[in-house]
């Protein structure tokens, strides 16, 4: 299925369950205007044809002293794609980066890095990513405060 394919009910079972994932197959079906059981066969739809990908909480990182964020660009030395893969699976390693994104910039990723503080992210650049695949060069931006994180 693309996404031609999603009509308008889909799209807001989609919405809706992107705000709250914890709703029941009733109060969805009354947010779509359907009834439990067609509602419940879209869900399964979409979840097995990838559109809904998991469920899960969103945890308070500040209240579980993670609240130190670090927005990293890296630069490699080499971008073949071997070095890329190699990077790639190399960061699935380091449990402080929450997300990596390739970019298309001067630089060639950008990490989001959460640790307890900046001697903690110092040690994580120092040890963990300095030392990933490739990399030559990093340059770091310290996050004052989050005003939007959906």
């Known amino acids: 299925m693309t996404e031609d394919q999603l009509d308008r009910i889909d799209r807001n079972i989609l919405s809706a369950l992107g705000r709250d994932g914890r709703l029941s197959m009733s109060?969805?079906?009354a947010?779509?205007?359907l009834s439990r059981t067609p509602v419940q066969a879209r869900v399964k739809r979409l979840e097995k044809d990838g559109y809904i990908r998991g469920y899960r909480a969103i945890i308070d990182r500040e209240r579980m002293g993670e609240g130190h964020v670090a927005f990293?660009?890296?630069k490699?030395?080499?971008t073949r794609s071997a070095a890329l893969d190699a990077f790639n699976r190399a960061v699935q390693g380091v449990p402080e980066i929450e997300q990596c994104h390739m970019m298309a910039s001067s630089f060639d990723y950008l990490l989001k890095v959460r640790?307890?503080?900046i001697a903690a992210y110092r040690r994580v650049l120092g040890e963990r990513i300095s030392?990933?695949?490739h990399v030559a060069q990093?340059?770091?931006f310290v996050a004052m405060e989050t005003v939007k994180d959906r």
């Open 76 to 78: 490699l030395s080499d």
């Open 138 to 140: 990093t340059s770091t």
């Open 31 to 33: 947010k779509v205007g």
């Open 27 to 29: 109060e969805l079906a």
């Open 131 to 133: 030392a990933l695949p």
């Open 115 to 117: 640790t307890t503080d």
């Open 72 to 74: 990293v660009q890296v």
